[in-house]
């Protein structure tokens, strides 16, 4: 019979200290990186995009990586190149850290449009209270501290 899996996952995560360090002209740089190694493991990726202190990554993963590992593969790949490159001017590396939520089927389109739309979307909202919002929608409690 075969495994069959569809897992989609909505990642978030931030530059460390939120510093806005990512910078809209060379961006496209790290999308490409991220989309080969998501590809390179067996994933999807939908769509990503990225203001100057945080990156949004909508992705299928293949059944046999973790959520964790693949988190970890890709921001210390992403690290490594932005410094190899010097693709980003006052670079400090990512926030430990990160947000996962399951995606739903039914809503991928309005997700990807969601993350295609961040660079209007943060006109009226910063990064901090987007990720609490996130948070909360998703039923996962916080602590204030650990989100700075």
Known sequence: MGTHTNLLYHIVFSTNRRKRTIHKDRKTILFSYINSLLKNKSCHLYRINAVEDHVHIFTHIHQSLSIASLVKDIKLSANTLI??????????????????????YSRKNSLIEYIK???EHHKTTNSLDEFKLLLTENGIPYDEKYLL
């Not at 410094?83 to 400090?92: A, V």
């Not at 850290?97 to 739903?104: C, D």
Request: no cysteine; charged share 35%.
């Open 117 to 119: 739309n961040q660079e």
């Open 83 to 104: 410094k190899k490159e010097k693709l980003f001017e006052g670079w400090e590396g990512w926030q430990e850290g990160y947000g996962a939520f399951t995606v739903e």
